[in-house]
């Protein structure tokens, strides 16, 4: 498990790539953007994008497994391209104020 310290303002690029074992990653509401290929061929139970997100990087979550849950915040506007390719995420939660979008990917 990784907390994120709350200075933490932006996660660099690759910072996550290839962690097959590590399963939880707490993202503090400090930061507002995460690199390219951030969490790229990584592995985790559940992943949640807090509001404060408004960018992600090309190939952010690549080849990305999630076991449980991906929750995003409504501040993303675009994602890139190649974000979600090659990935297996088992239900995709995208959160509007107080709507909440459910996405299963197939």
Known sequence: ?????????????CCFQGCKSLRTVIIP???EHIGEN??????????RIPNSVKTVG???FKKIVIK?????????????DECFKES?????????NDLYHLFWIT
Do not use: H, M, Y
């Open 68 to 80: 449980e849950s991906l929750n995003f915040s409504s501040q993303i506007r675009i994602f890139p």
């Open 29 to 31: 509401p400090s930061v």
């Open 38 to 47: 951030a969490f790229f061929d990584s592995v985790f139970d559940n992943l």
């Open 58 to 60: 090309s190939g952010c």
């Open 88 to 96: 297996e995420i088992n239900k995709f939660i995208f959160s509007s």
């Open 1 to 13: 498990k990784v907390i994120i310290p709350n200075t933490v303002k932006s996660i660099a690029n």
